[in-house]
């Protein structure tokens, strides 16, 4: 079935639909239904919606995926060598978007289920307005639930593996995540995939903090070179509680990362950051839009990206503040380093404010590397290459300092770092 007149062709319909099983729960397949009620009369994004206008999704929306639900060929058994768990941290992974509890640890503190919470499904990354989550409701086949009621000792690494069989598959996962007033959670996010056929990862995080309660949540994308992921996340904040993120990008065809925060209540704290490096043909698109409802609130981003190749890095940071969230401080800061003549850099920071007693600011910068830096790093005797690397890598590392969490800081710094070897070996043959 086609999509209506003017609306871009795409696989997710009805023979789509056919082929991807329907939940067990009942609430589900009702919530399935009004999605697709959603989604299906507005299809994917295009070029006229102003924050897809630099992401185009027509290389998508040729793939002819299958749900991931309907490969019969794919075997995962273990968690891909490349991806080492972080020290100290259980595991938890997904294959496809499914939990694998065969290959995951328990974890103290922190209750797992494969049940939605009904309180938290839809209820924060809405799909009336974010296009990802009207796909992800409308063929979401398995939710995962996480409830943390005290302060976790134990780090969560969550892994999740893309697998294709003999067809692209596409996937759509949704994680509801619960911290109770109070408690605490660090969670680790890797997104990787296998080679073979082309995957879509579609995830939606839906996060809620309660009073005084902290969540430190780091993501990796790094996927396979034609293979796309396309996630979403909504964050909402009570009083008095924290929130630290930070998202890397560092493989891919296409990735979009979209994080949308909300402040319900006074004392609230988000820091979210992100880096990304990128060759070849790489789309990344970080789009962060944070609202202050309240009074007496703070935000702050710092997101710096290396992009090479032909490669586009895109990023769009929205800060809404309302008429009585007085004493709010919010800032945004994007800069990019072009590592040669080809790649594209697209940034749109944005400032809505409505009240009169608040601190707001935002940047952005692109360049290229000094050639005066290249030259003080060249007279003392180091070759171009690793003078090069040096710069790039001190250019990312103040985005990536602010990793409060410094294991999990050594592990992105890692790398990044091997990116750039890979990239300058490459370069050097």
């Known amino acids: 079935m086609k999509p209506a007149a003017g609306l871009m062709e795409h696989p997710f319909g009805a023979d789509y639909a056919r082929r991807t099983p329907a939940p067990a729960d009942a609430m589900l397949a009702a919530f399935r239904d009004q999605a697709r009620s959603v989604f299906e009369p507005q299809g994917l994004p295009g070029p006229k919606n102003e924050a897809w206008r630099f992401t185009p999704l027509r290389a998508l929306a040729k793939v002819p995926f299958i749900p991931a639900a309907a490969a019969d060929d794919v075997d995962v058994t273990a968690v891909p060598a490349p991806v080492a768990v972080l020290p100290g941290a259980a595991r938890l992974v997904l294959v496809n978007g499914v939990y694998r509890a065969d290959l995951s640890d328990k974890i103290e503190g922190v209750e797992i289920s494969t049940a939605s919470d009904r309180s938290l499904l839809g209820h924060i990354a809405t799909m009336a307005s974010v296009p990802m989550a009207a796909l992800n409701a409308s063929f979401m086949g398995a939710v995962l639930s996480l409830k943390v009621t005290k302060a976790a000792t134990t780090p969560v690494h969550l892994i999740s593996v893309a697998a294709a069989g003999s067809q692209p598959v596409a996937f759509h996962p949704r994680l509801l995540i619960n911290i109770a007033p109070g408690a605490a959670l660090t969670l680790v996010e890797t997104h990787c995939g296998l080679p073979g056929q082309a995957t879509l990862a579609n995830p939606v995080t839906e996060i809620r903090l309660g009073e005084g309660a902290q969540l430190k949540r780091y993501v990796q994308v790094a996927e396979q070179s034609d293979s796309f992921h396309l996630a979403a996340t909504g964050i909402a904040l009570a009083k008095d509680s924290r929130f630290e993120g930070f998202h890397t990008g560092l493989g891919g065809a296409l990735v979009r990362q979209e994080i949308a925060a909300v402040m319900h209540g006074t004392g609230a704290h988000l820091e979210l950051h992100g880096a990304y490096a990128l060759d070849g043909h790489s789309h990344h698109d970080f789009t962060t839009s944070i609202d202050h409802h309240v009074p007496g609130c703070s935000s702050n981003q710092v997101f710096k990206g290396?992009?090479?190749?032909?490669?586009?890095?895109?990023?769009?940071?929205?800060?809404?503040?309302?008429?009585?969230?007085?004493?709010?401080?919010?800032?945004?800061?994007h800069k990019a380093l072009f590592l040669e003549r080809g790649p594209q850099i697209d940034c749109k920071p944005e400032l809505e404010i409505y009240a009169d007693d608040v601190q707001c600011a935002h940047g952005a910068a692109t360049g290229e590397i000094d050639a005066d830096h290249l030259f003080f790093l060249a007279a003392r005797g180091i070759d171009p290459a690793t003078a090069r690397m040096l710069l790039v890598e001190a250019f990312l590392a103040d985005a990536t300092e602010r990793i409060s969490e410094e294991t999990v800081r050594a592990a992105f710094t890692r790398d990044i770092q091997g990116w750039l070897s890979r990239r300058s070996l490459k370069a050097a043959a």
């Open 306 to 333: 290396v992009v090479g190749g032909e490669s586009r890095g895109v990023y769009q940071g929205r800060i809404h503040v309302a008429r009585d969230a007085q004493k709010t401080d919010a800032r945004q800061l």
